[in-house]
C-alpha cells in the first residue's frame, strides 16, 4: 500500500511533518484540520451517486496552539460568520469530481481565508500639505475667480 504525504498546496512537507503555511511566522499542522466526506450534488452521472467527493474541512480556532492569542481573536473578529459558536471554522469543496481535487481546493481556500484574516493594513500617518501645494491651490483658486469675474456683467451694461 502506497503512503501518501499531505502537505498544504504549494508546500513542501518538511522532516516528515504536515504542515500548511498561512503566513510567514504561521503554521498549521494538518492534525489540527479535520476532514470528512459526503455526497457532492451536481453533474457526474452515475458516479456522483456512489463516491463520496464533498470536503468538508473543520479547523477549532480556539484550540489550536499554532495560534497565539492575538491571532485567535483577530480571526474570530474577521471571519465571526463563518466560525460557529463552538469556535470552529467550516468551510466546503464539491465542485471536482475528485475527493483528492476537492481536498485541496478546500485546503487552498482555507489558507487563503486565514491570509487575509490575519493580514494587518499599514498604518496610515495624517500628514499636511506642504508650503508649495498650498501655494498652487491659492493660486488656482484666484485665477478661477478672475476668470468668472470676467462673465460677470459690469454696472453699466446693466441698463
Not at 485567535?72 to 473578529?77: G, S, V, Y
Request: net charge positive; hydrophobic share 30%; with cysteine.
Amino acid at each position: 500500500m502506497q503512503q501518501t504525504q499531505e502537505t498544504c498546496p504549494g508546500q513542501q512537507s518538511a522532516n516528515r511533518r504536515q504542515w500548511c503555511d498561512i503566513v510567514p511566522g504561521v503554521r498549521i499542522p494538518l492534525s489540527e484540520i479535520s476532514f470528512s466526506f459526503s455526497r457532492s450534488s451536481g453533474s457526474g452521472g452515475q458516479h456522483v451517486n456512489k463516491v463520496n467527493t464533498r470536503v468538508t474541512l473543520r479547523f477549532a480556532v480556539d484550540s489550536s496552539p499554532s495560534l497565539s492569542a492575538e491571532q485567535k481573536a483577530l480571526i474570530r473578529k474577521r471571519l465571526a460568520s463563518r466560525i460557529s459558536r463552538q469556535g470552529v471554522l467550516q468551510l466546503h469543496a464539491d465542485q471536482r469530481r475528485s475527493q483528492r481535487a476537492n481536498r485541496e481546493e478546500v485546503l487552498q481556500r482555507f489558507a487563503l481565508l486565514l491570509r487575509r484574516a490575519l493580514h494587518r493594513d499599514k498604518i496610515r500617518h495624517r500628514t499636511q500639505p506642504g508650503r508649495s501645494a498650498r501655494e498652487r491651490r491659492l493660486k488656482a483658486k484666484k485665477l478661477r475667480s478672475r476668470l468668472k469675474a470676467q462673465r460677470r456683467r459690469s454696472d453699466y451694461d446693466r441698463d
